[in-house]
């Protein structure tokens, strides 16, 4: 049957936007991608059949409803996150003339109250969790439910600002981040607690209305795996459930959407306490939206959600029943962040230098970058996903690590390998999940991640000082004298690499010969090998003792670029010399301090001339749904403050500079402290 529409303007970016897009071309449909200054080459701006930009980014209601009708659109598609949720966007399109698709403004409202919604489902006979909410008295409520409590934002979603106070005295502290979250992040500063349920399992059911009043569910999602209140690995179904806990739990999930005349595509998520075997599960909120991770139930059902929300958009009846729902296999999806695992999980940024992304049978991937991407602080860390499908679940997490494997991103570090350990765990491959689980067992993760105190195998440093020793030979030319480590009087003779990684280890590697013909290397204090380097297109093979290894390989200024099985290296040298050892280059004067990732600074908590104590919080740094409180390195006096609240800041950029002495009143001392290393 065909649309009622032939344009469609996809208000969001990235990947979900390319994912609409996707399906927008497979029903002839035309799209509309809109776009900020900062993703003015982005890839789902090339995608789209036309682009309009937004001068004042994605959350310009007007501007977006301007750029629907200058293209003739006569719906909008807002994915998820943005305006997805927005009762006023919605409400704006319909007064516009426009399809919203999604659900009807009043539904948004309902479902986008935490508060109210709780109530509502309740009155359906939803279970939900014991909790208070403003205006009530928050502390009243936390003592009469008992702590823990979680503490979370009554108009957000997505985990943002959600907290666990665990005494009555660390509750107020919790209320104010919370708080200040939610009225820069939504606009309003409500919230309410729940009894925090310790390592529940998150099931979430997919369901979808029209407007004639038929409303299915499409199974559940597994989504426990997570860290800070974000989803890192989701599955369907959930190797929890049987097949009378579904129905129970779908049959709760249709009365939820039914008491808020919903229509369209939503997810009612619901958390299932550990110690209550056999609980269909506590209502916890509904997002009036495509999910994230709706991959996962397509694969399983066969179903084009996209498709599917056009058409309930359109005014068609859903094209299936209840009975008509059937899961085949079984289906796991990876978030791929731009975010360092190794650094608690602090966001990272740079120029995608070289992306290669896998594309067997059974794998699927919904990405937003290409070559040349930058990625910045101004949006979600969120890259990609990863999904794989297999009949069984087994199989299926064999395919998604293979998948992870295969994929490669140079210039930005991203959570991969994290995300291949984690897939290894036994409880998860046993499917013996909970949403602590990932913090449990941190440290072992981190360990089969990144090896134990995460510097790089030493074929690493190796394969980098192999790149950039047969780069100089190159730039040498024939001539003999010129050659590194060429003919020399009595033999030839070793050039000292000294490498450092992200991480700010360093470590020699000398190299004697030419790579290229085969030569000697040595890492650190190891004896040398014989090796060799061959180069391909954007890769490197490197034979070390005997053994050869295919890097991904590409270079960023000074900076080499390595990957391999999922794991992307950025090696640095420091300074190169024909003959014997370097000294390092230096850190960080002492007291400096510096900013731990990309973003904004939110909050300036001390002046200039303060003395602090070490560890005392000097500032909020925030990027990408994530606050840093920075902290003293020692006791002494703000020599220095080199930011204000609402300035942008780059990774390691100067914050302050704290000294034992008070301030120098000269000019020299930011100099000598910013100048201190490199």
Known sequence: MMLTFDTVLVANRGEIALRVIRTLRRLGVRSVAVYSDADAGARHVREADAAVRLESGYLAVEEVLQAAKRSGAQAVHPGYGFLAESTAFARRCAEEGLVFVGPPAEAVEAMGDKIRAK??????????????AEPGDLLEAALRIGFPVLVKPSAGGGGKGMLVARSAEELPQVLESA??????????????????????????????????GNVIHLGERECSLQRRHQKIIEEAPSPLLD???????????????????YVGAGTVEFIVAGDEPGHPGYFIEMNTRLQVEHPVTELVTGLDLV??????????????SQDDVRLRGHAVEARVYAEDPSRDFLPTGGKVLALAEPGDPGVRVDSGIQAGTVVGSDYDPMLSKVIAWAPDRAGALRRLDAALRATTVLGVTTNIAFLRALLADPDVTAGRLGTGLIDQRLDALLAAAYGTGGAPPAEVPATAALVLHDELAARAGEDPWQVPDGWRVGEPA???????????????????????????????????????LARGDGEVIVTLDGLTTRFSCARDGAAVWLGRDGRSYAIIPHEAGDRGDHAGAGGAGDGVVRSPMPGTVLLVKVVPGERVTEGQPLMIVEAMKMEHTVTAPADGVVAELAVRAGQPVDMDAVLAVVRDEPPDTGAGAVTAAETGGS
């Open 243 to 261: 097949e009378e806990t579904r129905r129970r739990m779908g049959a709760d999930a249709v009365r939820a959407a039914r008491s808020v005349g």
């Open 119 to 132: 109530a509502t489902v309740a009155a359906a006979g939803v279970p939900v969790v014991p909790g208070g």
């Open 494 to 532: 070793w050039t000292t690499w000294l490498l450092a990684t992200a991480r700010g280890e360093t470590v020699p590697v000398k190299v004697r010969g030419l790579p290229a013909r085969g030569c000697e290397v040595a890492v650190g204090d190891a004896p040398a090998v014989q090796a060799r």
């Open 179 to 212: 708080r200040r979250t939610a009225a820069a992040a939504f606009g309003d500063p409500t919230l309410l607690l729940e009894r925090f349920i310790a390592d529940p399992r998150h099931i979430e059911i997919q369901v979808l209305a029209d407007a004639h």
């Open 307 to 320: 498709e599917l929300q056009l058409r309930v958009a359109a005014g068609e009846p859903l094209p299936l």
